[in-house]
């Protein structure tokens, strides 16, 4: 009898034989590399904006790495866990942001970070992009769809608690992104189209109404969106000088490093929420637009692993933080063209900024464990 009889005849040896050659890793080979491309592109980007800077540039480095970190760890859990979890994570979630509204660290005008002894000051609503999708989807996996009245309402409700206390901090951004990612299960669970409309149609009728709770500086965004030379020097600086960045920049750009608006200090926030406009200017045209085919890969990616998703729950949850993405880097991009209010979107996986790459990337890393992949 041959050695390779007895190791075919022996119980388990096949499992025996292939745990020493192969390590099982659940990650998309397409969705990381777009994911990956979009990183390094960011980083290219930051550094040129940065100058010489170097510690903002390591910061960065450093924060993409721990992002890359959790997506990894996220992917390596099993979906089923994601549901037993997501009552929990949304509880939390909603506890974390009682305490910033309580004891939360206020910058700049805003209270929405919180500040533990011992741990890194992160901010609690960029959990709820993940937590808001996760708890509408569970809510609604063993429920008949399309989804009836009594269960959108119910889900309406699980949305509108988080996004309020965030609106409240102030931070309208982050609030509508919450309420987007818990609108967008919703729409993937089938609700009926003419729902929908008669909803718009509400919302438009309410917004007289709804212009008199906005905050002064809200309004005078939206009235500057409109026309942003009754003041350039004020409310209307951004945007005029960030359609100056991205007109200047023509087809192929002036490049890197050679950017006037944002290294004479020009454009405001030029590392954060308005970078896509010192891509236009330096890189052009043809950068931004390989910007957006990489952010179209992985949102294609993204929807086609969501629709080989095993069951309802990982359907919706893995949609919704799709289209959420593709949600953050339309508002972003809009609103440095002069198409939308500013509402301080970052450009995802390209602004500078910790805690919102690392909800990112996690959510892409629950994405890739709804559709296990092949051994690495």
């Known amino acids: 009898m041959s050695d390779q009889d007895f190791v075919r005849r022996l119980p388990g040896a096949a499992a025996m034989a292939g745990r020493g050659r192969l390590v099982r890793i659940r990650l998309d080979p397409l969705l990381l590399a777009a994911l990956l491309a979009i990183i390094g592109f960011g980083l290219i980007v930051l550094y040129s904006v940065v100058g010489g800077d170097q510690a903002l540039f390591t910061n960065q ?46 910058v700049k005008g805003s209270q929405r970070w919180l500040d533990f002894p011992g741990l890194p000051r992160f901010q609690p609503s960029e959990l709820m992009k993940i937590a808001v999708p996760m708890m509408v989807a569970w809510y609604l996996h063993e429920r008949p769809l399309p989804p009836s009245l009594k269960d959108i309402a119910v889900a309406l409700v699980i949305v509108a608690v988080p996004a309020g206390c965030i609106v409240l901090q102030p931070d309208l951004g982050t609030g509508i992104l919450v309420a ?38 809200q309004r005078q ?27 200047s920049g023509g087809l192929y750009g002036k490049g890197l490093l050679e950017g006037t608006q944002s290294h004479l200090e020009f454009l405001p926030e030029a ?11 330096e890189l052009g045209f043809v950068g931004v637009l390989f910007l957006l085919g990489l952010y179209m890969v992985v949102i294609g990616r993204g929807l086609y692993i969501a629709t080989q998703a095993q069951n309802t729950f990982q359907r919706l949850l893995a949609g919704s933080l799709t289209l959420i993405f593709f949600v ?44 296990p992949q092949r051994a690495w």
């Open 180 to 217: 987007g990612a818990g609108l967008a299960v919703m729409v993937l669970a089938g609700i009926y189209w003419r729902w929908i409309a008669y909803a718009a149609a509400a919302v438009a009728v309410a917004a007289p109404g709804l212009w008199y709770l906005l905050q002064d500086y």
């Open 271 to 281: 590392q954060t929420d308005f970078i896509i406009a010192v891509i236009g200017e």
């Open 61 to 106: 480095l450093v924060r993409m790495g721990l992002a890359l970190v959790a997506m990894v760890v996220a992917a390596q859990l099993d979906p089923r866990l994601y549901l037993r979890w997501a009552p929990f994570v949304y509880a939390g979630g909603l506890l974390l942001l009682v305490l910033v509204l309580v004891m939360g660290v206020r």
């Open 328 to 371: 953050y880097a339309f508002v972003n991009i809009a609103m440095v063209s002069g198409l939308l209010p500013v509402v301080g979107v970052p450009l995802p996986l390209v602004s500078y900024g910790g805690t919102s790459a690392i909800t990112l990337l996690a959510s892409f890393g629950i994405i890739m464990a709804v559709r």
């Open 221 to 247: 965004r939206i009235l500057t969106l409109f026309d942003p030379e009754s003041d350039p020097l004020g409310a209307g600086w951004n945007i005029i000088q960030s359609k100056t960045a991205i007109g």
